[in-house]
């Protein structure tokens, strides 16, 4: 189950730090790609409420960590 470790807003931007499983995160690039094939940008931005480069950007960060899970997180 993914848990929240920590909040806080900088710039008016709501940061959260989560930890999720390597599972949790594979169902959520999975989620994300599909919703990228299936929809075009309009839809794409209505559905998830960010544009369809800002998805990408998203998705490609998942991807990386699924990739490198022990240098991303001594990265941080």
């Known amino acids: 189950m993914a848990?929240?470790?920590s909040e806080q807003e900088v710039a008016s931007?709501?940061?959260l730090a989560l930890e999720l499983s390597e599972d949790e995160v594979t169902v959520l690039a999975a989620a994300l790609?599909?919703?990228l094939q299936e929809?075009?940008?309009q839809r794409t931005e209505?559905?998830?409420g960010a544009s369809r480069e800002e998805v990408e950007a998203i998705l490609k960060d998942l991807h990386t960590f699924l990739k490198h899970p022990v240098q991303q997180s001594m990265q941080s």
């Open 46 to 48: 209505a559905k998830a």
């Open 39 to 41: 929809r075009d940008d």
């Open 33 to 35: 790609t599909t919703l």
């Open 3 to 5: 848990k929240r470790i």
């Open 13 to 15: 931007v709501r940061l």
